[in-house]
């Protein structure tokens, strides 16, 4: 069974940079068959999808945040990363990695995700 | 972009009620939409993937039905474990979810 575990710094300064990773494990399908996604949801909001990276290293973003978002995957580490560049309190939330599969016409939803990361924007 | 449109924000409703939850998207996605389940502290559950298609182990009192631009999340007869907030997310081409619906007891 996939699992995944996200892993990061839980505060980060406004202005820098935000980095977390995403340990992968488990699982029998091809990896090649998955998009590893990244989303995030602020204290007492809703869900916001920041992007997905496809195996290739294709990679798609939320426009909202394109200009500040980098999502790569390290296949032989078996890990995908997020960073996210001049943060500001407003992006302080928890930060889930989840894991898409599609073969064949059909594409699962997000599944797994990981237990998710709260990451705190302050000096 | 496309936008996701979730509602109720909030539903009162009693063990053993039949419930309907609606996500409209503004341009059509085929069948590309997810419904998660989630509880406090604790990450999303999927529980329908391709709008009607059951996750694996989710009871059956759960359903998914729409296509194009209307969907909906039906719960059969509520269960005290049902009481959470749900969300769609549309998954063709970029993605996005709705803006969930806190299901309470009445």
């Known amino acids: 069974q996939l699992q995944l575990q996200e892993s990061g710094p839980g505060l980060v300064k406004p202005s820098e940079t935000l980095s977390l990773t995403c340990a992968v494990s488990g699982g029998s399908r091809s990896s090649s068959g998955y998009y590893w996604g990244w989303i995030r949801q602020p204290p007492g909001k809703g869900l916001e999808w920041i992007g997905t990276t496809f195996y290739s290293g294709s990679s798609y973003y939320n426009p909202s945040l394109k200009s500040r978002v980098t999502i790569s995957v390290d296949t032989s580490k078996r890990q995908f990363s997020l960073k996210l560049r001049s943060v500001t309190a407003a992006d302080t939330a928890v930060y889930y990695c989840?894991?898409?599969?599609?073969?064949?016409?059909?594409?699962?939803?997000?599944?797994?995700w990981g237990q998710g990361i709260l990451v705190t924007v302050s000096s | 972009d496309i936008q996701m449109t979730q509602s109720p924000s909030t539903l009162s409703a009693s063990v053993g009620d039949r419930v309907t939850i609606t996500c409209r998207a503004s341009q059509s996605i085929s069948r590309w939409l997810a419904w998660y389940q989630q509880k406090p502290g604790k990450a999303p559950k999927l529980l329908i993937y391709?709008?009607?298609s059951l996750e694996s182990g989710v009871p059956s009192r759960f359903s998914g039905s729409g296509s194009g631009t209307e969907f909906t999340l039906t719960i059969s007869s509520l269960q005290p474990d049902d009481f959470a907030t749900y969300y769609c997310?549309?998954?063709?081409?970029?993605?996005?979810f709705g803006q969930g619906t806190k299901l309470e007891i009445k």
């Open positions: 997310q549309q998954y063709n081409g970029l993605h996005t």
């Open positions: 391709e709008a009607s």
């Open positions: 989840a894991a898409q599969y599609c073969s064949g016409g059909s594409c699962y939803a997000y599944d797994p």
